[in-house]
């Protein structure tokens, strides 16, 4: 395990120079076990990990733990609803949800079972909505139930539908809180966070994964191609890429690992809204989903555990990561629209 810290390790080597693959020259250490990305997946797996009594190294390229998609998204935990019946989200979703009622219940994060009203608009929802019905039974959610308008209505005054199914295990989270205990309990049991550091790539050696390290400060006018000549080479015994959005890309830069074992990415852009002054007085006491489409699980209303109400999140199919054209586009017109509305 890296005793001296992986930053004093790194700030040895400054060398940045392009060289070809395999010319790679740079201060070598061993590792038990390396984590690549602080978010959720990340933080829980170097839990698991120490709790097993392994050393364990998180490496994250962001100054804290959960700076990206981990602290972007609806922060609801699910049922298990939507997946194919057997699949291994269906099993791991309905197995995650029970036991993170009861890691948060133990802990003291903030949550709360709200429950989830999937709706139908339209008369030819209905099946879709009988298909979801089924397809949750199947998966062992409990308690799931189907309304009638006037039934859901009673529930919700403010929504407008002809059916609607019941999901009372749906809840939501306080992430952030979640995170800080998984962080808190993954160094209690000694594991190492090193922040500002940056997997840029890898190699095998002798059936064992090397991975190549630099300091996040340094790679500013990397392209996130061109070969590097890392500042440190950690050669683990056990690596897990946990990185999110940058995972595919990651895993193509480990030279020697068959390309054909790295599935495809296809990036989707999403974008939240929020209802002004909901904390006062939200119109909805549960989580409002509507039918499923293409892509995600169509724009929803969910709740934090302030009160405060949010619409979203919307489907944009995007290049790459780092597309933001049409984003700064879609918004410049949404300002206009609302600047025109004031007026």
Not at 195 to 211: F, I, K, P, R, S
Not at 220 to 231: E, F, H, M, V, Y
Request: one cysteine or more; proline letters at 5%; glycine letters at 8%.
């Amino acid at each position: 395990m890296l005793r001296q810290g992986v930053g004093r390790l790194i700030s040895k080597s400054k060398r940045r120079i392009n060289l070809p693959a395999k010319s790679w020259n740079a201060p070598k250490e061993k590792a038990e076990c390396v984590v690549i990305g602080a978010g959720i997946v990340g933080v829980a797996v170097a839990r698991e990990l120490s709790l097993k009594g392994k050393e364990v190294l998180v490496l994250d390229s962001a100054p804290t733990f959960g700076t990206a998609t981990s602290s972007r998204n609806s922060e609801v935990i699910h049922a298990g609803i939507y997946y194919p019946s057997n699949s291994l989200k269906a099993r791991f979703c309905v197995r995650g949800r029970n036991l993170l009622y009861q890691y948060c219940s133990q802990h003291g994060i903030p949550h709360k079972q709200i429950g989830k009203l999937i709706v139908a608009t339209g008369a030819s929802d209905i099946p879709k909505l009988n298909h979801l019905l089924n397809r949750g039974i199947q998966n062992g959610v409990e308690g799931l139930r189907m309304l009638d308008a006037s039934e859901a209505i009673t529930m919700e005054p403010e929504l407008q539908c002809v059916k609607a199914l019941l999901s009372p295990s749906s809840g939501i989270v306080d992430t952030h809180s979640l995170m800080l205990s998984l962080v808190a309990e993954a160094e209690t049991k000694g594991t190492t966070f090193s922040y500002n550091t940056t997997v840029v790539g890898g190699h095998l050696e002798e059936n064992q994964m090397a991975l190549h390290v630099s300091e996040s400060k340094s790679l500013g006018n990397w392209d996130g191609s061109t070969p590097l000549q890392p500042d440190l080479i950690l050669s683990p015994k056990f690596v897990v890429n946990s990185s999110g959005l940058s995972a595919s890309a990651l895993a193509k830069r480990f030279h020697g690992l068959n390309t054909a074992t790295i599935p495809p990415a296809y990036y989707a852009r999403g974008s939240y809204f929020t209802l002004s002054n909901s904390t006062r007085l939200a119109p909805f006491k549960h989580l409002i989903y509507p039918i499923p489409e293409e892509g995600g699980l169509g724009v929803h209303v969910t709740l934090d555990l302030d009160g405060q109400l949010k619409f979203g999140p919307d489907v944009e199919w995007i290049r790459h990561i780092d597309d933001t054209s049409s984003f700064l586009n879609r918004h410049c017109i949404l300002f206009s629209i609302v600047l025109e509305a004031k007026i």
